[in-house]
């Protein structure tokens, strides 16, 4: 599976981005679509998740409410749309999958087989 994210860039506080991350090849079905974040000196976070089958979808607290997860099926693409962005938002983007991803198991990095190479995010105040 290779992953490519895109759609990052600069924008004040408050803006809005949409970031996509388009897919290739073949896993099981099941499993979970996700986004994590890494800002400068810290770790690398969970934003949001879509499990493949049925589509259900979560949230870090810190974005629930600003910003929405999808997937479009026809174009093998992902997207994270980010609204009322902060300051706080500022960070490296990463799309990943885990093929074998249950629930307990979506927010940690360690679940996820495949990563993309990244997108940059960064907000200004």
């Known amino acids: 599976v290779q992953l490519q994210a895109f759609g990052g860039g600069s924008v004040q506080a408050g803006g809005s981005l949409r970031l996509s991350c388009a897919y290739s090849?073949?896993?099981?079905?099941?499993?979970?679509m996700s986004w994590f974040r890494q800002a400068p000196g810290k770790e690398r976070e969970f934003v949001s998740s879509?499990?493949?089958?049925?589509?259900?979808?979560y949230y870090a607290d810190s974005v629930k409410g600003r910003f929405t997860i999808s997937r479009d099926y026809a174009k093998s693409t992902m997207y994270l749309q980010m609204n009322s962005l902060k300051p706080e938002d500022t960070a490296i983007y990463y799309c990943?999958?885990?093929?074998?991803?249950?629930?307990?198991?979506?927010?940690?990095?360690?679940?996820?087989?495949?990563w993309g190479q990244g997108t940059l995010v960064t907000v200004s105040s």
């Open positions: 990943a999958v885990a093929p074998r991803a249950i629930l307990s198991s979506i927010g940690a990095s360690s679940s996820y087989d495949y």
């Open positions: 090849g073949r896993t099981s079905s099941g499993g979970a």
């Open positions: 879509i499990f493949r089958s049925g589509g259900n979808t």
